[in-house]
């Protein structure tokens, strides 16, 4: 069994703005904790140690306030209980055996392999393997809270874009997407470093990062193409800011990680952004 305090939520997680996490599924949390997780508007979700996950159960009053959660088993994406029946996209008729051409889109609906949907899928999915990949090699290091929030952002992406939900205000590292943006625009103001361009003299650790930027690059490109439509409107504005933004924090670890002094905390990158520039220069 694992209590889950405030301190034990603030050690293990960064924490940010709608961030996903997954707690065992013998937790007991402390009245403070679940404040925490309700003013951080956290999603929770509870994982066994068979990898099942389930999500919390409200009472009758809409409320999930006891110390012993009532747990439901969920698909990890969707987060429902049961499986959607699925019909074609062109003939809409339910699909009773799945041919190998055929897949899902969402949960009700299939489409043909070549769907340009599925590509953008694609792009997202082997972007979540390299950050997932990033957050083994970077698991004892300061980068380890910010490649967190990164996958937390980038499956919050999948699940909007699966599940045609809007996509929520995005943080990574507790800040948010204007200040994301100042960060990576003027590094040299704010982080004390100026812009760099990938090279093998900033070391191992950049190298790494530049793939999963490069990642999230084609994935908004990939997106772009299903969500600008011949008009130049965008169908999901949400979706393209966010993968925007996604890029531009990978970029802003790259100039922190090539800096002299490293990865600033989250409060000295505010206390930057609000002095309007670091002292560094």
């Not at 994406?77 to 209980?81: A, P, Q, V």
């Not at 800011?241 to 925007?244: D, F, I, S, Y």
């Given at each position: 069994m694992t209590f889950?305090?405030?301190d034990w939520l603030r050690d293990n997680f960064t924490l940010s703005e709608g961030s996903e996490i997954h707690l065992p599924a013998d937790s007991r949390m402390t009245p403070s904790a679940r404040e925490l997780i309700e003013s951080r508007r956290l999603q929770v979700k509870f994982q066994d140690k068979q990898g099942r996950l389930f999500v919390e159960t409200p009472d009758e009053s809409g409320k999930t306030e006891t110390a012993v959660p009532d747990l439901k088993a969920v698909h990890g994406?969707?987060?429902?209980?049961k499986a959607d029946v699925a019909a074609c996209e062109l003939c809409h008729q339910p699909v009773a055996k799945k041919p190998d051409t055929l897949t899902h889109l969402n949960g009700h609906t299939m489409v043909a392999k070549n769907d340009p949907r599925l590509a953008f899928r694609a792009a997202l999915d082997a972007t979540i393997a390299e950050a997932v990949w990033l957050q083994t090699e970077f698991a004892q290091t300061p980068l380890k809270g910010w490649l967190a929030d990164i996958r937390s952002v980038l499956g919050n992406i999948m699940r909007a874009d699966a599940l045609n939900e809007p996509l929520g205000e995005q943080s990574i590292a507790d800040l948010n997407a204007d200040e994301m943006h100042k960060l990576s625009h003027n590094p040299l103001k704010y982080l004390g470093h100026d812009h760099i361009v990938p090279d093998v003299?900033?070391?191992?650790?950049?190298a790494a990062l530049n793939l999963l930027r490069t990642k999230v690059r084609e994935t908004e490109v990939s997106a772009a193409r299903i969500y600008i439509d011949c008009y130049f409107q965008v169908i999901r504005p949400d979706i393209m800011?966010?993968?925007?933004r996604l890029s531009s924090a990978v970029y802003v670890l790259m100039v922190m990680v090539v800096r002299e002094g490293g990865?600033?905390?989250?409060q000295a990158l505010k206390q930057a952004l609000?002095?309007?520039g670091t002292h560094a220069h």
């Open positions: 889950i305090t405030e994406l969707t987060s429902k209980d003299s900033h070391g191992r650790d950049a800011q966010a993968l925007n990865v600033m905390t989250t609000m002095q309007g």
